[in-house]
């Protein structure tokens, strides 16, 4: 924990309840979701030269 470097003392902060033991039946979970910029760079890497409008959108469209 970053704040915890700034504190005097330096007990260990306790954590919040609802940290401390995450529910098994969390619905929730980490999903790798890349940058739109990193997308179209690719496309463009790949395409040859600078997309158009209407490129831009459609890869829009389909990304994550």
């Known amino acids: 924990m970053v704040f915890g470097w ?3 003392d330096k007990t260990p902060a306790a954590k919040p ?5 995450p529910p098994d039946n969390d619905p929730l979970c980490l999903v790798f979701i890349p940058a739109l910029v ?3 760079h690719r496309a463009e890497t790949v ?3 600078p997309l158009d409008q ?3 959108e459609a890869i829009r469209d389909k990304a994550a």
């Open 6 to 8: 700034f504190r005097k």
């Open 17 to 21: 309840a609802a940290l401390a033991h």
């Open 38 to 40: 990193a997308i179209l």
């Open 47 to 49: 395409h040859g030269s």
């Open 54 to 56: 209407v490129q831009v």
